[in-house]
């Protein structure tokens, strides 16, 4: 395999500090070309230097001096603003560009990179979810490939790579149940923010891990599947494992199912997307089965997590209406972040914008980018009048 050069966006975030580490262990493999952090100047900078980034962005174009002057003896150049992340992605010196951007913000850059023809990692699945249908077709027109990073999605991908040419008769993803799978509906109510962000399994950031705890997450990855692979929403089914050991299943129409399974570690579907089509040894645990013992499965409890419920509802209507639920939630959890709303408030302010923002059963690019910015006005708009 000839040496790949990757943009990681949001390399200082949990997904982009997993990566680095997978560069790390293959350096003969691959080369750092481009990194880009919102806020955190520091760690943008040491990164940069330990990886020889060719190219640096701080998007909080404030710190920009600051970032500039501690890559200055090290010949990084560097950048700031949104507008240079999509400049530089579309560049000729990089080949995959992995967009671990959280949320929507992660939607003009990848377009960007489709645009260019570079291939997608992505682990950014608010992508999908508010533009699949646009961001789909740009990539067949563009020949791009999206490849997923998402464990569950990377795990689904895995498995159709053994019958590649099979009818999918459906597919499971697996949910962990999060931190609330055993609590009851009323003392969930109760739950705070410090309780939301201690996941039983994964580590990740706090966006994710509330979207975990209130099983957005899961309806997130269901939009993200019906897109990514192309199947009806009814042929996606989810069931929560609590061990985490799979990651996702892939039934097919003789009955037969295929699962992927290993230890929560991001960092294996990171580097499968980095390496595709080869598989590179990883310094990682290994499952040990005799010592694993036992896996359960359950259905998820949709009374309890409303959330779940909302996204499908969201997919179901199409159009605009997952994106105008993706930018709820976004100010929703945030707003639960900061003690602003309970737990369940986070679920009611998305389904109150769902029902008050102006649907588009069509829209295109430019309508997706309106319809976040007003269903983001409009939650915030709640917000202020509770």
């Not at 710190?63 to 992340?85: C, D, I, N, W």
């Not at 790579?161 to 999918?168: F, G, K, L, N, T």
């Not at 089509?277 to 036992?294: Q, V």
Request: charged share 20%.
């Amino acid at each position: 395999m000839r040496k790949r050069r990757i943009a990681i966006l949001g390399s200082t975030g949990s997904i982009g500090r997993q990566a680095l580490d997978v560069i790390r262990q293959h350096r003969d493999l691959f080369e750092v070309e481009l990194l880009t952090a919102n806020n955190n100047s520091r760690l943008l900078a040491e990164q940069a230097i330990e990886f020889d980034a060719n190219n640096v962005v701080i998007c909080n174009s404030d710190k920009y001096t600051e970032v500039s002057e501690a890559l200055r003896p090290h010949y990084t150049k560097v950048f700031a603003g949104m507008q240079s992340v999509c400049d530089l992605v579309a560049g000729d010196e990089t080949d995959i560009v992995l967009t671990s951007m959280v949320g929507f913000s992660g939607l003009e850059s990848t377009v960007a990179a489709i645009k260019a023809g570079k291939t997608i990692a992505l682990a950014n699945k608010e992508t999908l979810v508010a533009a699949g249908e646009t961001v789909m077709g740009l990539a067949a027109k563009h020949h791009a490939a999206i490849l997923p990073v998402d464990s569950e999605h990377s795990a689904i991908f895995q498995c159709l790579h053994c019958s590649p040419q099979a009818q999918i008769e459906k597919i499971h993803l697996t949910a962990s149940g999060g931190p609330f799978r055993t609590w009851t509906k009323d003392r969930i109510a109760s739950a705070t923010a410090e309780q939301a962000l201690r996941h039983p399994k994964w580590t990740m950031g706090n966006k994710i891990t509330i979207d975990s705890a209130t099983m957005m997450n899961k309806g997130l990855e269901i939009i993200e599947a019906r897109w990514l692979f192309d199947v009806s929403p009814d042929r996606i089914n989810v069931v929560v494992h609590p061990q985490s050991v799979i990651h996702s299943m892939v039934e097919f129409a003789d009955g037969a199912v295929i699962a992927q399974m290993g230890h929560p570690d991001m960092r294996e579907p990171i580097q499968y997307a980095l390496g595709y089509p080869e598989r590179l040894t990883l310094d990682n645990r290994k499952l040990d089965f005799a010592e694993l013992g036992s896996m359960t499965f359950e259905a998820p409890d949709e009374t309890r997590f409303p959330a779940l419920a909302l996204a499908k509802e969201a997919l179901e209507k199409g159009g605009n209406m997952p994106c105008i639920m993706n930018a709820a939630n976004e100010v929703a959890v945030d707003a639960f972040l900061h003690g602003r709303i309970s737990f369940y408030g986070m679920s009611e302010l998305v389904s109150r914008c769902m029902a008050g923002v102006d649907f588009v059963s069509h829209p295109d690019l430019d309508c997706i980018f309106l319809t976040d910015r007003e269903a983001s006005a409009k939650a915030r708009e709640i917000l202020s009048i509770n």
